[in-house]
């Protein structure tokens, strides 16, 4: 697949902080890849620093496996942190310099104002705009040039459920278009929504890099429950690829071993006359693993 | 070039402020151009007698000394085109723009050019203006009114133009450096009206300091170099020599500063992060 971005060794300080250390990234084509860590972790700051906004103190980066320059980064939708525009001016004028800048034409700013549900909106002033629309319009701004390339830094900070949901969608249907999306976050589930590949920094040093697929794989365990779990849990303990029955509020946490899946289950438990009423085969979440990976490297 | 002269003119195209400054500007180099013969009428009737003279005869707006006389007089309000050009970049840096328009895909030069090209339309329309105004105010109250007269000393336009472009490249440093625009404000105004004038007045002037190295100080401090490229023109009106060209040595110490305002502000814009 093609590369996108490669970061090669990148490093930055601030006086005795060191935010970013020796990183070392590559994201590829298509992918929607997730950089998780903690506040402070250095995310914004890499991403400060390959959006050529903050110096590095070493180290390189490519985009598009060439040396990065302005004209490049007119290939890349943006969002870093909050919305900046002039407060004074209106959502169009504002849209009017960003595509001045990205070379695009003014006639791309209604379809992408239409996209983002501001088009109502176009004439108002910056400063009118409530934090969620000041966050669409930045989401437009980095919409307008239609780039392969979109870095959403926390895109929804300080949203409410309803917008938070709103951007969610807006993301997914721009990753469905082959676009390749980097996403920092600290949400964790977010990123378990959306991404495909992720990694985690600490303290500027990257702990653990991989697909979400592979992190969020099935597990042996399973909840079951019957109309008399009493029964069910005698019944289960007759079965020798069983390791474990434990109770946990109204049902029972099942781990199995061997070549026990949810299917065998339910006919096991059918075959010896109970009815289950919950079967559900647990997965990891992001946040389990990401808490592993963060504890594992303490 | 155009790119970012564009760039520049979607900023304050609909930014009322901007546009409220440049007229309140541009209105006062207008009272200040024509307010000569008022002024004289003014001090005649107060009874002022300017070594016997009655003022009123002073042949303020006479080709070609209405060049030098307006540009050294109007210069003063330069401050005011600095307090825009502040403004400005302090909008860039608070709404954190800047970071936005490079993150966007604009390059740091070309950033660079277009805030000089801001203060290169504001120093070309002052220019402009000074011109109209110093022309009709020629065409009514001079005494000769010849092609080689009136367009005699028109050095003292591109002196007055060079003066607000030193001057507000320096305001753009200020602006970095400093990124409270009313606290670059008030230093400004102070330093350039107030301290570094009495500073060269005190260390040219006092006995304490005659001939010694401090005197030839003040000459190379930048406000002072904008304030000698055009010697105030009064003093010939009470027959003493005044200096009709615009002094090369000033001329060079003004273009050094306007070399070292800018290679700073690129340094700044070069080195620092923008977060």
């Known amino acids: 697949m093609e590369e996108i971005l490669k970061i090669a060794n990148l490093c930055k300080r601030f006086g005795k902080l060191i935010a970013v ?37 070493s180290g390189s980066f490519q985009w598009f496996g060439k040396v990065p320059n302005a004209q490049l980064r007119t290939q890349i939708g943006s969002i870093l942190e909050t919305p900046c525009f002039y407060p004074y001016l209106s959502a169009v004028d504002n849209l009017k310099i960003a595509a001045h800048i990205k070379n695009v034409s003014v006639k791309t700013i209604e379809p992408t104002l239409e996209r983002v549900g501001l088009l109502s909106r176009k004439d108002d002033k910056f400063k009118a705009f409530s934090l969620g629309m000041k966050q669409r319009l930045s989401i437009a701004a980095a919409l307008l040039a239609d780039p392969p390339v979109l870095i959403l830094d926390e895109p929804t900070n300080g949203l409410d459920p309803q917008g938070i949901a709103e951007i969610r969608h807006l993301i997914q249907n721009i990753a469905n278009q082959e676009k390749t999306i980097i996403l920092a976050s600290h949400l964790l589930d977010e990123v378990q929504k959306i991404c495909t590949d992720f990694c985690v920094l600490r303290n500027g040093k990257k702990l653990y890099d991989g697909s979400v697929a592979t992190i969020l794989k099935d597990t042996d365990q399973y909840e ?28 029972l946490l099942v781990t199995t071993c061997g070549e026990l899946k949810a299917e065998g289950l339910n006919t096991f438990c059918h ?28 | 070039m155009i790119r970012a002269l564009k760039l520049e003119w979607l900023k304050v195209k609909s930014y009322k402020v901007f546009w409220a400054l440049v007229v309140m500007y541009l209105f006062s180099v207008v009272l200040v151009s024509f307010g000569g013969n008022f002024l004289l009428q003014y001090l005649k009737a107060e009874g002022a007698e300017l070594n016997g003279i009655d003022p009123t005869i002073l042949p303020l707006y006479d080709f070609p000394d209405v060049w030098q006389n307006l540009t050294w007089v109007v210069s003063f309000t330069k401050i005011l085109l600095a307090y825009i050009v ?11 723009i800047l970071r936005q328009n490079i993150i966007d895909g604009l390059s740091k030069k070309e950033y660079l050019l277009s805030k000089l090209i801001l203060i290169g339309a504001l120093a070309l329309l002052s220019t402009v203006v000074l011109f109209i105004a110093g022309f009709i105010n020629g065409a009514v109250y001079s005494h000769v009114f010849e092609t080689n007269y009136i367009f005699d000393e028109l050095e003292f336009l591109g002196a007055y133009a060079l003066d607000i472009f030193v001057f ?108």
Not at chain 1, 279 to 293: D, G, P, Y
Not at chain 2, 224 to 248: G, H, Q, R, S, W
Request: glycine share 6%; hydrophobic share 45%; net charge negative.
């Open chain 1, 21 to 57: 250390d020796h990183l070392d990234l590559t994201i590829k084509k298509g992918q929607v890849y997730g950089l998780l860590g903690p506040n402070g972790s250095g995310k914004t700051t890499t991403l400060g620093m390959i959006l050529n906004v903050v110096a590095q103190d």
């Open chain 1, 224 to 251: 079951l429950s019957s109309s008399d779990n009493e029964q069910l849990k005698q019944t289960l303990s007759l079965n020798n690829e069983i390791q474990s029955v434990d109770v946990e509020g109204d049902y």
């Open chain 1, 271 to 298: 075959q010896n006359g109970v009815v289950l009423t919950r079967l559900v085969n647990r997965k990891n979440s992001l946040e389990q693993e990401f808490l592993k990976i963060l504890e594992y490297n303490d």
């Open chain 2, 86 to 96: 502040i403004i400005s970049i302090n909008n860039d840096l608070t709404y954190n």
């Open chain 2, 168 to 275: 507000c490249s320096l305001a753009f440093l200020l602006s970095l450096l400093i990124k409270k625009a009313g606290f670059v404000i008030v230093s400004l105004t102070i330093y350039s009206l107030m301290f570094e004038p009495v500073l060269g007045l005190v260390l040219e002037n006092a006995p304490y300091f005659k001939d010694t190295f401090w005197q030839q100080v003040p000459q190379f401090l930048p406000v002072n170099a904008l304030n000698n490229l055009i010697a105030a023109p009064f003093p010939k009106y009470i027959f003493k020599e005044v200096m009709t060209d615009i002094p090369i040595k000033a001329l060079t110490i003004v273009l050094f500063w306007e070399a070292f305002f800018i290679g700073s502000i690129v340094y700044i814009l070069n080195r620092r992060d923008l977060k």
